[in-house]
C-alpha cells in the first residue's frame, strides 16, 4: 500500500477548526505520526519488546487508542498466542474501519478483538499490558485520573501500562525550546512554517500536555509501584509502569 502524505495544513485557511481523527486523517495518518512525533517509530518497536516480556497468560493485552493498529501489530508479532487476548479500541469511526482492513491484511483479524469505544468509559478485564501511545493527551483532563485507576485495578501483580505522551515543562524557557526542537524535526521532516502553525491551532485545545511530574503522581496514586521513564525525545516522552 502506498502510504498518502500528509498535506492537511499545506494550504492556507481562513478558520482552523478543531483537529479530530476524520477520514482525512486517517488516510495520511502513517505519514502524519512519523513525521510528527519524534520516535514514534521506536516506541512502537518497544511495545512489542516490552509486551513479550511482560504478558500473562489468560489477560488482556490493550492498545487503547490503537489508531490504525500499529502497537497491536507489534504485540502480536511478539507474543504467542496462549500469552493474553489482544484487544484494540479507539473511538475514531474511520481509523476503526481502516485497521480492520490492515489487521484484516496481516491475518489477524481472530487474534485481535477491534473495538469502537471511548476508552475513558469502557470497563476493563484483567490485563498483564496496557498500552496509551499518544492516547491519554487526547483525554479530557478531568476523566484521566479515573481512567488511570480502573486501567490499574484491573491490572495483575507484575503487569504493566506503557504511557506515551507529549509532555509539558513547568519552566516557561525550557517548555519554549522543547517545543522550538519538536518544531525543528517537523521543519526537517518536511513541514512548512503555515502547516507547523496551523496544526499547532487545531490540536490546541485538543491535545493538552501534562508535565512528567503530574504524569508521574498519577501513576503512583493509582497503585503501579515502579514508574520509569524508558523513552524521551524533546517534549515527547514514554514510560513503564508496574504494578
Ligand atoms: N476517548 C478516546 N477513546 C478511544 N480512542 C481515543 C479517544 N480519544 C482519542 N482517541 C484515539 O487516540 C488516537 C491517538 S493517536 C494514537 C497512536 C496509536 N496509539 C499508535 O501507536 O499508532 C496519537 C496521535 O495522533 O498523536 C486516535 O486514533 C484517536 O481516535
Ligand atoms: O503534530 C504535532 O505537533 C503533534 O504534537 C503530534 C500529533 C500527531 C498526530 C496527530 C495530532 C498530534
Not at 200 to 214: H, N, Q
Not at 224 to 243: D, G, H, I, K, P
Request: hydrophobic fraction near 40%; include cysteine; charged fraction near 30%.
Amino acid at each position: 500500500m502506498t502510504e498518502q502524505r500528509d498535506d492537511i495544513y499545506a494550504q492556507q485557511r481562513e478558520r482552523i477548526e478543531r483537529f479530530s481523527f476524520d477520514e482525512r486523517v486517517v488516510r495520511v495518518f502513517p505519514d502524519m505520526i512519523k513525521r510528527s512525533v519524534p520516535g514514534y517509530a521506536t516506541t512502537i518497536d518497544m511495545i512489542g519488546v516490552l509486551a513479550a516480556r511482560y504478558a500473562q497468560p489468560d489477560t488482556c493485552l490493550y492498545d487503547l487508542g490503537c489508531s490504525l493498529g500499529a502497537a497491536t501489530l507489534a504485540m502480536a508479532a511478539l507474543t504467542p498466542t496462549d500469552k493474553g487476548t489482544l484487544v484494540a479500541v479507539d473511538n475514531s469511526p474511520a481509523m476503526i474501519e481502516k485497521a480492520r482492513d490492515l489487521l484484516r491484511g496481516q491475518g489477524l483479524q481472530d487474534r485481535v478483538l477491534l473495538r469502537q469505544s471511548d476508552v475513558a468509559r469502557m470497563d476493563f478485564e484483567p490485563t498483564s499490558v496496557a498500552v496509551l501511545n499518544f492516547t491519554l493527551q487526547f483525554i479530557p483532563l478531568e476523566q484521566r485520573d479515573a481512567l488511570i485507576q480502573r486501567l490499574a485495578d484491573a491490572t495483575r501483580e507484575g503487569g504493566i501500562l506503557v504511557l506515551s505522551e507529549k509532555i509539558r515543562f513547568e519552566d516557561a524557557a525550557e517548555n519554549a525550546l522543547q517545543s522550538e526542537w519538536h518544531h525543528a524535526f517537523k521543519r526537517n521532516n518536511g513541514y512548512s512554517d503555515l502547516e507547523i502553525s496551523q496544526k499547532r491551532s487545531a490540536i490546541e485545545e485538543v491535545l493538552l500536555p501534562e508535565t512528567l511530574a503530574v504524569h508521574e503522581e498519577r501513576l503512583r496514586r493509582a497503585g503501579y509501584r515502579e514508574v520509569r521513564v524508558w523513552f524521551r525525545c524533546f517534549n515527547f516522552m514514554s514510560l513503564v509502569a508496574v504494578r
